[in-house]
């Protein structure tokens, strides 16, 4: 068995892919790459087939029709044979020292190996040779085991995004972890839904996944964004409506507390987005993403309308949605997050 499967989900990415399987080969027969080229019309099947054909014993292309982020995990997810699992998009890459040290611990695990291990990762913008690292050094010890119970704060700008985390990969399937098709932003239910499943978590402090931004056709993108809003929503609802944070708040008070706030800055995200496209049709969308969030998860919505500041994302009136937006602008400025 492989130490590490890391699925490549890949559309159209010719002008960008080989630095990402390049970075990934540093982990040599350790590790199996699964390129899933989701029907691109470039040449991002003729790259995945000539990777495929020069390292066999590591590579594997995997080519089918178009079905979108979600579809192109799902199906690594799949074919991994893995003892972890790892998605690596096209665009981003892996620091090598920090990927040799991940590998170094899967090995060292042979018994009672840890359910989650989380990395470091930087936001990278290579346009303005400008990098932000994102630690958790507060939230956990450093390289050993730990349970829920044994984590610190999350800071306001700390998330368990997909870029920090590698599953087990029979947990993500125990989870039931399915993505869905043709839809953006699906890495929110992806790093959210197998949580209740970890009882062991091993942070380890290395600076690993080097997401890239500034793209303008990136999913982040705020214009993207905006024009790809239903999408956001569809994920923030199915990530609300996939586990009972009632039962989680019982066995694992921590980890619900962290997963309120993860719903809480999803629908932050929706509101403000709907609000900066700033129509009519969007204002009125907005009132009916909080009335049907109040109508399927009454406490839910009760504890994101007063108790987070993803209430401030729902002031009434005009004054209350320019507010919204400046303190979305402000926190835009100050964190760099697009």
Known sequence: ????????????????????????????????????????????GEIADEYASRYPDMVFALHKENGGHGSGVNAGLACASGRYFKVVDSDDWLEERAYRRLLKEIAQWEFNSPDLFVCDYSYCHPDEN??????????????????????GHFRLTQYLIMHALVFRTDLLRKSKTVLPEHTFYVDNLFSYRPLPFV???????????????????????????????????????????????????????????YMYRNVSIMMAISSVHLLLKGDEAAVARHRRLWRDLKNRHPYLYR????????GLTNLPGPAGRWLSVAGFRAAKRIYRFQ
């Open 303 to 310: 504890r994101l309308r007063f108790r987070t500041l993803c």
């Open 199 to 257: 009882e062991t978590i091993c942070y380890l402090p290395v600076d690993l996944y080097q997401y890239c931004l500034g793209r303008s056709d990136q999913s982040v993108n705020e214009q993207v964004l905006i024009s790809r809003i239903e999408q956001q929503i569809k994920v923030t609802e199915l990530v609300a409506d996939s586990t009972d944070l009632d039962a989680v708040k019982k066995a694992h008070p921590k980890l619900a507390r």
């Open 1 to 44: 068995m492989k130490y590490l499967t890391i699925t490549v989900p890949c559309y159209n990415s010719e002008a960008y892919m080989r630095r990402c399987l390049d970075s990934l080969l540093a982990g040599g027969r350790m590790v199996e790459i699964i390129i899933v080229n989701d029907g691109s019309t470039d040449r991002t």
């Open 130 to 151: 400008d990098r932000k690292r994102m630690c958790y050094r507060n939230v956990f010890p450093a390289g050993r085991l730990c349970r829920w119970e044994d984590t």
